[in-house]
């Protein structure tokens, strides 16, 4: 076995913790300032998920000596987005991120709800994450129309960093956006930056459409998109992963950090393979200190939440929509692909799919309750109406069954 460089796995996790902050932080921000959070609650909310998030991957890291990469849940950031007007403003949405957290925990402990979770047809939970995912994906488009001066360069850079050095093309965007935002911005605006770490305490207010709306989708949608993805990357670079230790301890970890504004934590699905691959060392047993020394990276970047906060708000909102729009073409494309790819050989489930996504994009909200719950629904209804039963087979004709036959016809 070819010899591990002692700092070759610390570089990678150092790489994967930068990559995962670098690419989705702006989601996470875009989404908890849509989910009702003010400029102190979104800081907490970003300082308090770098934390969790490097908090548990250094202790499965060390438990279990296996590459367990953590992160926030993106797509759940960007279900946020589609929360605007929640009754009961952020402490609504608060309650909603503990509930998630409870729910995570459970399924970790009562392996029937992780059962019930895995029932929920594929394409179905695939085209409701499309759904979500669909309307910030359109905001590089709209930043071109509204703000094309700013945004024509942070997409020209996504894009030439896209096909080159594809892991570095949204920090890349990002570093174009920030310097966009510092040459259109008054010395006295950047004077004014504060990057210093934000704590700010959020009490739960605890709504029923709130936990329906924002709770369940959060946990369908980290599980599904974030959890179930990520174990099949361990998976395929041969790591067995103790998943119920991995829910127990994002679970509580999401419920920590929803006190402080954080949504949620769970398996990496994206970075994961950049501490569990051979660019974190060709010995596998070895790989762990990438995931450990990821973690410690983000409670470090997490210290800069108030900065990152800043540069945010002093841009126009369309171009940091216009970044995590970007950061979140592939996830986009996977949902899609997930939705509609698995139907194509047969029409059977792909009307839910279809339903699914069309409700869960339309962004209604009916009862209190936002659309993702309701293209659920409506998605598991019709994929129910339109499911075909196997067609009968030919009748069984052993010796038992001929009698039987005989004994009718003579009554």
């Known amino acids: 076995m070819e010899r591990t460089s002692p700092a070759q796995p610390v570089v990678a996790g150092v790489v ?11 989601v996470v921000l875009t989404g908890l300032r849509g989910a009702g959070a003010d400029e102190r609650q979104a800081a907490s909310g970003l300082m308090a998920l770098c934390v969790a998030v490097g ?14 990469t953590i992160a926030w849940s993106t797509p759940g950031a960007a279900l946020l987005v589609t929360t605007t007007g929640l009754d009961g403003g952020f402490p609504a949405a608060v309650g909603a991120f503990l509930v998630c957290g409870a729910l995570i925990v459970a399924s970790g402990l009562v392996p029937a709800l992780g059962r019930a979770i895995a029932a929920i047809p594929a394409p179905i939970a695939a085209a409701m994450l499309a759904g979500v995912l669909g309307g910030l994906c359109l905001a590089p488009v709209r930043a071109m129309l509204e703000v094309p001066a700013m ?4 997409i020209l850079v996504w894009a ?13 965007a990002l570093v174009a956006a920030a310097v966009a935002i510092a040459v259109t911005t008054p010395a006295s605006g950047l004077r004014g930056l504060d990057p210093w770490p934000v704590v700010e305490v959020v009490a739960p207010v605890w709504s029923l459409p709130a936990v329906v709306g924002v709770g369940v989708p959060l946990f369908l949608v980290t599980m599904a998109s974030q959890n179930v993805p990520g174990m099949a990357v361990l998976a395929g670079f041969g790591y067995r992963t103790p998943l119920r230790d991995v829910l127990t301890a994002t679970g509580t970890a999401s419920a920590g950090a929803a006190l402080l504004g954080g949504h949620a934590v769970n398996l990496a699905a994206i970075t994961a393979a950049l501490a569990a691959g051979p660019d974190a060392g060709p010995d596998p047993s070895r790989r762990w200190i990438a995931s450990v020394t990821a973690g410690a990276s983000m409670i470090v970047l997490g210290l800069g939440s108030g900065l990152a906060t800043a540069l945010v708000l002093l841009s126009p909102p369309l171009l940091i929509e216009a970044v995590a729009g970007l950061a979140l073409l592939g996830a986009l494309a996977g949902a899609l692909t997930g939705a509609f790819a698995a139907s194509s050989a047969a029409s059977e489930g792909r009307e839910g799919a279809v339903v699914a996504f069309v409700v869960t994009f339309s962004g209604a909200t009916f009862l209190g309750v936002g659309s993702a719950f309701w293209g659920l629904v409506a998605g598991c209804l019709v994929h129910a109406l339109m499911r075909r039963r196997a067609p009968a087979g030919p009748a069984p004709s052993g010796p038992e069954t001929v009698r039987r036959q005989e004994a009718r016809e003579r009554a």
């Open 16 to 26: 994967t913790a930068l990559v995962g902050f670098a690419s989705s932080f702006t």
């Open 55 to 68: 908090v548990v991957a250094i202790v499965l890291g060390l438990r279990r000596r296996v590459p367990i």
């Open 151 to 154: 945004a024509g360069p942070v």
């Open 160 to 172: 030439l960093l896209y096909r080159f050095a594809r892991t570095w093309a949204v920090p890349g």
